[in-house]
């Protein structure tokens, strides 16, 4: 199948989860809905990167998959959804998509809402302290140390992320280099394995085609002084990082739910 008849899939996925979310139903039920849009949204982003390399677009599509999260998260404080595995800091990668884009304040704000506590029932332990230490970088904020002890607890030993987080942690641009490096190489890896196992899921292909975690890991980078050493990096093209998104777009699901919290 081509990539551009994966994109007409990924939109009609798209329409059908966000025809649940204008449905009138409870955030409690709309965990599986919410994170649905957010990978959509994602896809369509790296369907039109891939396609046509239009860094603006991809940016905003990026930034409703964070607009989608945030809503989640922000009806179950209002609902008092408080007791729901969706919750899991770690289950969407819309806080990664929010900093690819550069809509930085969009991060935080998913970071801040996100529980602070790990939730087995939703996340791996690792996992938690791998995106809840980003969120304290990406603020300035500490003490950052335990969620590293925390990951290298949970993990039993070395991993790619693990020592992204050890670089950042140094302040170590050497270190940063080499492993986001070998991140890049595991990443590759893992996704070729996959293939055969997400080959229902039509958004695996152009999610896994652009590496947005890497995006969002060069531009953290940037930010703390660590580099990029390089220009491109496989699968995080130098024109998805080079600009920001601008004017950031209007919230989509304010529109889509006018009768909801």
């Known amino acids: 199948m081509s990539l ?3 994109k007409e899939d990924v939109i009609e996925e798209l329409e059908e989860s966000l025809e649940l979310l204008g449905a009138g139903h409870p955030v409690r039920e709309l965990g599986d809905a919410y994170e649905d849009a957010a990978r959509g949204l994602e896809a369509l982003g790296c369907c039109k990167l891939l396609l046509e390399m239009d ?14 999260r945030r809503r989640f998260l922000r009806r179950s404080a209002a609902e008092k959804n408080d007791d729901d595995h969706h919750l899991a800091r770690s289950r969407c ?14 991060a935080d704000e998913i970071g801040s809402l996100s529980p602070t506590a790990w939730i087995p029932e939703g996340e791996y ?16 904020a500490g003490p950052t140390a335990p969620l590293v002890e925390q990951m290298k607890s949970a ?6 992320r693990l020592a992204v987080v050890e670089a950042f942690e140094a302040s170590d641009a050497d270190a940063f280099e080499a492993a986001f490096s070998a991140l890049v190489d595991d990443r590759n890896d893992r996704v070729d394995l996959a293939k055969t196992m997400f080959s229902d899921d039509v958004t695996f292909a152009p999610r896994t085609s652009v590496f947005v975690e890497g995006l969002a ?36 699901f304010d529109e889509l739910e006018q009768g909801g919290p």
Do not use: M
Not at 125 to 140: I, M, Q, S, T, V
């Open 4 to 6: 551009r008849d994966i």
């Open 155 to 160: 993990q039993g030993g070395p991993s790619p």
């Open 55 to 68: 860094p603006a677009r991809f940016h905003r599509d990026l930034v409703w998959a964070g607009y989608a």
């Open 93 to 106: 990668d819309s806080f990664f998509c929010a900093i690819a884009a550069g809509a930085l304040a969009l």
């Open 125 to 140: 332990e690792e996992d938690f302290a791998y995106f809840r230490f980003l969120h304290l970088l990406l603020r300035g």
């Open 217 to 252: 890991l060069l531009r953290l980078a940037e930010l703390r002084g660590l580099g990029p050493r390089r220009r491109e990096y496989p699968r995080c093209p130098y024109a998805a990082r080079a600009v920001s998104v601008s004017p950031q777009p209007e919230d989509i």
